[in-house]
């Protein structure tokens, strides 16, 4: 699971609750605005996962999806 993020302190929560999780081997966040995606990324994914719904939701959750 790749996320993005335009906060830099989303960003440091999140890694550490992917750490905690023991997914970081499984999840990787982006500091990056998704309008700036870089090209060779363009059909690399089968989605995008808002930060935000990792706040609201558990991994479990999202990994389930």
Do not use: N
């Amino acid at each position: 699971v790749d996320t993005l993020t335009l906060s830099i302190e989303q960003k440091k929560l999140a890694e550490e609750r992917i750490k905690a999780a023991g997914l970081e081997g499984r999840i990787r966040v982006h500091l990056m605005d998704y309008r700036e995606i870089p090209a060779e990324w363009e059909k690399a994914f089968d989605a995008f996962v808002s930060l935000e719904m990792i706040e609201v939701s558990s991994c479990d959750a999202i990994l389930a999806a």
